[in-house]
C-alpha cells in the first residue's frame, strides 16, 4: 500500500471515534497541541532554517522564503491562532432545523463533520497548524499534503502535535502528513474516492488548477489572488494613499495582497506621481499602462500577462482608468473572485461596487489585506474560497462541516 493511501485508511478509520468526541474533549486537544508547539520551539526553528537554507541554494525569491519562514514570534502566533480556535463555538452538534411532519415524523437536520479532509498545499507552514486545527475541531480527520519547501517545519510540527494527541482523547491517527514531495502523491490524492470526503487546494494557480482539473473527489477550490483597488475620482488622496500602500507592501507574498491598482484619470493626473513616488521609495516595481506612464514616465510598460497575473511580490500593475465602468469591465476580466476595493467619497459609486462585483470579499474604503479569518473573527482559516458552492470566502469551522436529517417515528410506513 502507497504511503497516501495507507495514511488516508489511518485517517478514515479515526473519522468515527472523532465523530464521538465531546466540544471539550476537541478543545483540549487544541491547547494541548499549542502548549506543545511552543515547547518545541527551538527543534521547529531548527527544521525549519534546513528548509530556509535550501530553498536559499536553490534561488527561492525572498518573498517566499518570507512565507516560509519561522520565527519565535511566528511560533507564538500560530499557537495563539490555536487556542483562539478552541475558544470559538462548537459548529457540529447544532440543531439547524426541526420539522414536524403531518404523519408524526418528527425530522431534524443536524451539523455534523465533513469526514475526511485531504489539503494539498504550498509553501507556509504555518497552514499546517491552520487546518489541523480548524479540520480537528470540527471532528474531522485530515490528511495534509504540504509543498516541499517546507518539508523539514511540516514534519516537526506534526510529529509535535501528534505527540500532543497521544495525550488527549483524540486519536492521533485523524492528523496525517503526507511526507513524499513526488507529484504522484498529490495525483493519487485527488482519487482517493471512499478514503478522502473531500480535497481542498491552497496555493498558485498551477496546483489548483491541477487539483480542480483532475480531481474525482469533490473539491472546495480556493483561488488565486489578482486583487485590485480602485482609486476613484472622490478618493481622500490620504485614505487613498494609506490603503494602496499597505494592500501591497504590508505582506506582498499573500493571496489577499493587491496586484493591481485602477486609477480614476481625473485622481491620476492630481496624485498618481507622488503616489508612485511612495511606492518606489518603498521598493515596488511598478508596470503602468500608457496613461500611467504619461504621468509617470520611469514606469515600466505593462504587459498584456500583467493584468491577470498574481506577482506575490513587490510588483504592482498600475492602470488608468476613464471611470466605474471602465474599472468594473477590468475587473471582470482579470479579476479572480477573491478580494477587490474601491477607494471613493461618493456613496453612489461606493454603492455601485459593492453590488456589482463579483468576488468573495469586496471592500469600500479598507485594504483587501483583511479577507482573512483571524481578521473576520473567524479564529483561523483553512482557505480562502472563490468558489460559490458549499462556502465562499475565509473558511472557517462552519465550512468544515456538513448536515445530517434524524427522522424519529412511530410505525409510519409510506403508502
Not at 30 to 59: F, P, S, V
Not at 174 to 202: C, F, H, T, W, Y
Not at 241 to 250: D, F, G, R, Y
Not at 381 to 407: C, D, N, V, W, Y
Amino acid at each position: 500500500m502507497s504511503e497516501v493511501r495507507e495514511k488516508a485508511a489511518l485517517a478514515k478509520g479515526a473519522a468515527g471515534r472523532m465523530a464521538g468526541l465531546t466540544t471539550d474533549q476537541k478543545n483540549e486537544a487544541l491547547r494541548r497541541m499549542a502548549e506543545a508547539l511552543l515547547k518545541d520551539t527551538a527543534a521547529i526553528l531548527e527544521a525549519n532554517a534546513i528548509d530556509l537554507q535550501r530553498g536559499r541554494d536553490n534561488g527561492t525569491s525572498a518573498s517566499l522564503l518570507d512565507r516560509l519562514a519561522l520565527n519565535e514570534a511566528r511560533i507564538e502566533g500560530i499557537a495563539e491562532g490555536l487556542r483562539q480556535v478552541a475558544d470559538l463555538p462548537d459548529p457540529v452538534g447544532r440543531l439547524l432545523e426541526e420539522t414536524h411532519r403531518p404523519n408524526g415524523l418528527l425530522i431534524r437536520k443536524w451539523s455534523v463533520p465533513i469526514g475526511v479532509i485531504g489539503m494539498v498545499y504550498e509553501a507556509r507552514p504555518n497552514v499546517t497548524v491552520d487546518a489541523a486545527g480548524l479540520c480537528l475541531k470540527t471532528g474531522n480527520a485530515v490528511v495534509l499534503r504540504g509543498g516541499s519547501a517546507a518539508l523539514e517545519s511540516n514534519r516537526r510540527i506534526v510529529e509535535t502535535m501528534r505527540a500532543a494527541l497521544g495525550q488527549t482523547a483524540m486519536p492521533a491517527e485523524a492528523l496525517q502528513l503526507v511526507l513524499s514531495s513526488d507529484r504522484s502523491s498529490v495525483d493519487e490524492m485527488l482519487k482517493l474516492n471512499g478514503l478522502l470526503d473531500v480535497v481542498i487546494p491552497r496555493g498558485g494557480r498551477a496546483l489548483i488548477q491541477n487539483v480542480v482539473q483532475n480531481a474525482t473527489v469533490p473539491v472546495i477550490e480556493t483561488g488565486e489572488g489578482v486583487c485590485h483597488t480602485y482609486l476613484d475620482r472622490e478618493a481622500t488622496p490620504e485614505l487613498a494613499t494609506s490603503i494602496a500602500i499597505n494592500a501591497k507592501v504590508q505582506r506582498p507574498s499573500v493571496c489577499n495582497a493587491m496586484e493591481t491598482l485602477l486609477v480614476h484619470r481625473d485622481y491620476a493626473v492630481r496624485e498618481l506621481p507622488a503616489l508612485a513616488e511612495r511606492f518606489r521609495e518603498l521598493n515596488v516595481e511598478l508596470r503602468g499602462c500608457a496613461g500611467s506612464r504619461e504621468l509617470v514616465p520611469w514606469m515600466k510598460a505593462a504587459t498584456d500577462a500583467d493584468w491577470g497575473t498574481e506577482f506575490g511580490d513587490y510588483i504592482l500593475a498600475v492602470k488608468v482608468v476613464d471611470g466605474l465602468d471602465e474599472a468594473l469591465a477590468h475587473i471582470r476580466t482579470y479579476g479572480t473572485l477573491h478580494s477587490e476595493c474601491i477607494v471613493t467619497e461618493n456613496a453612489e459609486n461606493a454603492a455601485r461596487f459593492l453590488q456589482e462585483v463579483d468576488a468573495a470579499a469586496v471592500y469600500h474604503n479598507a485594504s483587501t489585506r483583511f479577507t482573512d479569518g483571524f481578521e473576520f473573527g473567524y479564529g483561523a482559516e483553512i482557505g480562502i474560497s472563490t468558489q460559490k458552492l458549499h462556502a465562499r470566502g475565509p473558511m472557517g469551522l462552519p465550512a468544515l462541516t456538513s448536515t445530517k436529517f434524524t427522522i424519529v417515528g412511530s410505525g409510519q410506513i409510506r403508502g
